[in-house]
């Protein structure tokens, strides 16, 4: 098994960038957590129903967070 070693993020971003895109990579992983729960056989219609409310609130959280995190990103390459 061949080991890697992976560099930080904060290596090429700034330390509140850097926090940002891990809490962008754990909303990410929560929507994808989400998603699959609703693909699961025999779900009652509450539970649809609640699973779409988190997966609306992740989304809403997910827009506002990354708002201008784009050219925070482009900034950094210039």
């Known amino acids: ?3 890697t070693e992976t560099k930080s993020i904060a290596g090429y971003v700034s330390r509140r960038t850097a926090t940002l ?6 909303e990410c992983q ?3 957590k989400l998603l699959a729960q609703l693909e699961l ?5 509450e539970q649809a129903e609640d699973l779409l409310g988190e997966l609306s609130a992740a989304i ?13 990103l482009l900034d950094k390459q210039k």
């Open 30 to 32: 929560n929507i994808s």
């Open 41 to 45: 056989s025999g779900l009652q219609d």
């Open 21 to 26: 895109l891990e809490e962008l990579r754990e």
């Open 60 to 72: 809403l959280h997910l827009h506002e967070h990354t708002r201008g995190l784009d050219e925070r």
């Open 1 to 3: 098994m061949k080991i």
